[in-house]
């Protein structure tokens, strides 16, 4: 039987194969000869063990589409972070963290702005402004207002990393999107609540229709790693719109006739992105120096 693992818990992974069907499995003694170690994500295969206590074996490993560190997840086709306009005021600069990575990780993003009722025209249009060119989707919604425009429809038949800070509204915006309501079905719930170990593996959240989240704890503290300070503007997407530099190698910092200061100054690429690209880059010079 196929199946996908949506958490890993204590030397168990629980795969959940169709309907509300979860079951506790671990991994043939082959898998740690050969130091496979299964993945939350991962297509597995599984012989039953157990129908009545829902226990079974993995036996196989499908190739992986993908595999990122952090969240540690396998098969994912994209990634959603949720920020609002006010209560509590965006961090552009963990915004700009987060998609930096994905960038890295070659994952989409969709940015979703939730509490659009607390915003101004202006405020609307200086975010579609400031990511015109970063590469993410831009959407602005009011969850509260029942407003979520296409978000349901950007989930489905899809695994998405759900990000953002506390308080923007997570929650509220996902209940209000089609499928958002069976986030814990009974039986994977009460199923999960075995598992009493803590797990560094993340955990998919199934909505229906082959559609997942995967969660994202610790998003407030987010850190750009393993990286040079030389690789990191190939992650600025609108870097690449611009017509080349005097110098082959500049890093659009102090470098003369550099035509990425140049479009910053034209309003072409925003100020803010440009800022913090610089700010990145200076941290990842002062890391090296240790």
């Not at 101004?120 to 425009?149: K, M």
């Not at 489905?156 to 509204?169: I, Y």
């Amino acid at each position: 039987m196929r199946g996908r693992i949506i958490k890993g818990v204590g030397g168990l992974y629980y795969v959940h194969v169709d309907g509300d069907r979860v079951y506790a499995c671990r991994a043939r003694g082959i898998f740690r000869k050969k130091k496979i170690r299964p993945n939350v994500g991962d297509y597995v295969d599984i012989d039953i063990l157990s129908d009545q206590d829902m226990e079974g074996s993995i036996t196989k490993i499908h190739e992986r589409r993908n595999s990122l560190i952090r969240p540690m997840v396998a098969n994912v086709d994209q990634a959603l972070v949720v920020f609002a306009f006010h209560e509590p005021e965006p961090n552009y600069h963990l915004l700009n963290t987060f998609l930096v990575m994905m960038e890295q990780q070659k994952l989409p993003v969709v940015i979703c702005f939730n509490k659009a009722d607390l915003s101004s025209p202006e405020e609307r249009d200086y975010v579609r402004e400031s990511f015109r060119g970063s590469g993410a989707q831009v959407h602005i919604v009011s969850a509260l207002r029942e407003d979520t425009g296409t978000i349901d429809q950007l989930l489905k038949g899809k695994t998405t990393v759900l990000a953002g800070p506390s308080g923007v509204g997570k929650s509220s915006l996902l209940n209000r999107v089609s499928g958002a309501r069976k986030m814990e079905t009974g039986s994977v719930s009460e199923k999960i609540k075995r598992g009493k170990h803590t797990t560094r593996h993340s955990e998919l959240i199934y909505i229906g229709d082959d559609s997942y989240l995967v969660d994202t704890p610790g998003f407030s503290s987010l850190e750009l790693f393993d990286m040079e300070k030389e690789d990191l503007k190939k992650y600025f997407p609108e870097f690449s719109a611009c017509s080349p530099c005097r110098f082959l190698d500049c890093q659009h910092i102090s470098e003369p006739d550099c035509s990425v200061k140049q479009a910053v100054e034209a309003g072409e690429i925003s100020t803010m992105r440009y800022e913090d690209y610089c700010l990145f880059f200076e941290e990842l010079k002062a890391r090296r120096k240790w």
